[in-house]
């Protein structure tokens, strides 16, 4: 059974950094692509960045420069690395993952969510 479980996530002022850690369960994760959606006010839930099973990442436009997204597969961890964060990153952050090794539509599994607020 695979689970997810976000943490990291609390209230930051505009311009600080914040880390948030996913800790999965299951077999596979190695092999599995994962990734980050949030789900902010008022916009469709939207994806973030993703790391696929050779740690090649991609990112949204809307965070490239500032979001980090790595995996440490011995530890089955994924973390984002937000950095520069400003009131529009505030919303709900999701840990993710893919059934296969490349972040092709969408993802099978998701976390329960971790709130990130950003005080301007």
């Known amino acids: 059974q695979v689970q997810l479980v976000e943490s990291g996530g609390g209230l930051v002022q505009a311009g600080g950094s914040l880390t948030l850690s996913c800790a999965a369960s299951g077999s596979i994760f190695s092999i599995s692509a994962m990734g980050w959606y949030r789900q902010v006010p008022g916009k469709e839930r939207e994806r973030v960045a993703t790391i696929d099973n050779l740690h090649r990442t991609n990112a949204a436009d809307f965070v490239r420069g500032r979001f980090t997204i790595s995996r440490d597969n011995a530890k089955k961890m994924m973390y984002l690395r937000m950095s520069n964060l400003d009131a529009q990153d505030t919303g709900v952050y999701y840990c993710?993952?893919?059934?296969?090794?490349?972040?092709?539509?969408?993802?099978?599994?998701w976390g329960q969510g971790t709130q990130v607020t950003v005080s301007s």
């Open positions: 993710t993952r893919w059934s296969s090794g490349v972040a092709l539509g969408e993802p099978v599994y």
